[in-house]
């Protein structure tokens, strides 16, 4: 297995087609922590997450062949994701963060929250056009492609420091615009 520690997810990923299970056990011991976390932040269950990564790893080690992944560490997220939503769609109970939301939009001010939504996401489109395009790039690919610092640093081919760096005035700057959002919509809930 230490042969295959210095190796990339593509050079694992082709290892692991033609069977070696040193591969899947690195594969296995790189991504087990993060698609576990994945899991875990949306169920709150460890035993339902960790069953739920079991399964992920069981179903790439034995469809090894027949697997065509172009992107190991997206494919296993992806995966993941889609295992929680299945548990969702078998159990029909919505996950402890979604439950509100469906209160919300149960409301006898569906309206005004549909406004509000509208209005905060043409606030952030606002904000984010707004910004430099290397730091719109940077936040794009984190918070929408969910690529880690170190991800996104390689990438786009500048330090882990910069991207950080990036990410900390871009969320400094959105969380003051959204304040100022929500300070004026509160001010005109107030006159209205």
């Given amino acids: 297995m230490a042969a295959c520690e ?3 997810d593509d050079e694992l990923k082709s290892l692991l087609t033609q ?11 790189r991504f087990w922590k993060k698609l576990y976390n994945e899991a875990y932040k949306r169920l709150h269950n460890p ?6 990564v079991q399964d992920i790893f069981i179903d790439l080690w034995t469809k090894r062949a027949q697997k065509e992944i172009d ?3 997206a494919y296993l997220v992806t995966s993941v994701r889609y295992q929680v939503f299945m548990l969702y769609n078998k159990t029909k109970k919505l996950p402890y963060f979604e439950e509100p939301l469906d209160y919300i939009a149960l409301s006898s001010e569906e309206a005004d929250s ?3 939504e509208k209005d905060l996401i043409a606030a952030v489109q606002t904000w984010l ?6 730091r719109r790039e940077i936040f794009r690919l984190r918070y929408l492609e969910e690529m880690t610092t170190k991800e ?3 990438h786009l081919n500048i330090s882990q420091k910069t991207v950080q760096n990036q990410l900390n005035t871009a969320q400094d700057s959105l969380r003051s615009s959204v304040s100022k959002l929500l300070f004026l919509t509160a001010l005109a809930a107030c006159f209205s």
């Fill in 6 to 8: 210095n190796l990339n």
């Fill in 19 to 29: 069977g070696s299970e040193a591969a899947f056990d690195e594969i296995y011991s």
């Fill in 47 to 52: 035993e339902q997450s960790e069953e739920i």
């Fill in 71 to 73: 992107n190991l560490a």
């Fill in 114 to 116: 549909g406004c509000f």
């Fill in 129 to 134: 056009n707004q910004q430099p395009e290397k």
């Fill in 152 to 154: 996104i640093s390689e």
